[in-house]
């Protein structure tokens, strides 16, 4: 044990430095507790983008994120479903006696008779039915916050998106109709079993039904330009796309690559050749070829996005981070979908 004396006035006293193995069971014992918490948790549906922001606990790491970039940028609007209303579908649908079922002793399974364990559980959920009470919580949520008749559900794991640790792309984010509001947040719940996914959890030693995700439901913005920004200290690296960002983040699409200097605001350019863009039809995500390939950013587009980029940086104590975003050309707007440490 370790001591350290000081003084209290005329009063002498000492504390004692706790050991390694202490501070792992103080942490240990606090996330048990937030887990339990977020389980527990009866509000289904956040509106307050600060009440989003203030635990990713009960929404995951990606939607507190997202949270609080509204909070310096023009974010498409959105609200949160939480981990509790996730629980709440799993304990309306037995889900917890049903997976576990499935799973079995799934540590002895070759690859892929696990995926195919896996697919079960996706089947599953997608063939359960979300309780009333979850139901018309978004249904009011929707009639408040959202404007379109599009919407893209964003799940966030608690994995996500961390710092030091990126489980992006593991978790699939549904696009279509308000209307199909159902299945899209099934789909989104679903995808946590992704292989990715579930590999993520297991590496970590993450239990697989202690803190469900929750999900940013928002307002999806057909964008004519989308790409991501890594902005570090001094400069942006800006990889844009027409159209869709699935098109860059699935690599079928070849960006343009824009670098920025904060100090002298030089800007370098390399183009790439590409003959078509992902634009959304109807519910479904389509390929479809440009008439002509041209620069996608003209000098002032580039040092608008790099100010929004360098604004996330300083909002994040200046910590280096991957910024994802979308742009309609018509009104030269520019919003800010998701942003995420840069390790």
Do not use: C
């Not at 103080?26 to 509000?43: F, I, R, T, Y």
């Amino acid at each position: 044990d370790r001591w350290v004396a000081f003084d209290v006035g005329d009063a002498e006293a000492s504390i004692r430095l706790a050991t390694e193995l202490e501070i792992a069971d103080a942490k240990q014992s606090n996330k048990l507790q937030a887990v339990e918490k977020a389980k527990s948790d009866p509000v289904n549906v956040l509106l307050d983008m600060k009440e989003i922001a203030k635990d990713a606990g009960r929404v995951g790491t990606k939607v507190r994120n997202e949270a609080e970039l509204s909070e310096t940028a023009n974010v498409p609007p959105f609200f949160a479903t939480t981990s509790g209303a996730a629980h709440r579908f799993y304990r309306h649908n037995g889900l917890y006696e049903k997976i576990k079922a499935i799973l079995g002793n799934y540590a002895a399974d070759g690859q892929d008779e696990l995926e195919a364990k896996l697919q079960r559980i996706k089947t599953l959920i997608m063939s359960s039915k979300i309780s009333p009470e979850l139901a018309v919580d978004i249904s009011n949520a929707l009639a408040s916050r959202i404007t379109g008749d599009v919407i893209i559900v964003r799940p966030g794991d608690t994995l996500e998106d961390l710092d030091g640790f990126s489980a992006a792309g593991t978790l699939d984010s549904p696009v279509g109709q308000t209307s199909d509001i159902e299945r899209l947040y099934k789909e989104a719940m679903a995808s946590y079993w992704n292989p990715g996914a579930f590999a993520n959890r297991e590496s970590q030693g993450v239990p697989h039904m202690e803190q469900l995700p929750g999900a940013a439901i928002q307002q999806f913005i057909q964008g004519d330009l989308s790409g991501n920004m890594i902005v570090k200290d001094n400069e942006v690296i800006i990889n844009v796309v027409p159209g869709l960002g699935i098109g860059f983040t699935s690599g079928e699409v070849a960006p343009d690559e824009y670098h920025f200097k904060f100090d002298n605001e030089e800007i370098t350019v390399t183009r790439r050749r590409r003959d078509k863009k992902a634009v959304l039809v109807g519910t479904e995500v389509k390929y479809v070829p440009i008439e002509k390939d041209e620069p996608a950013l003209d000098d002032a587009f580039v040092m608008a996005l790099a100010a929004e980029a360098k604004k996330v940086r300083d909002k994040k104590n200046n910590r280096d981070q991957d910024v994802e975003f979308t742009v309609t050309l018509n009104d030269r707007a520019i919003y800010l979908v998701q942003t995420r440490p840069y390790n």
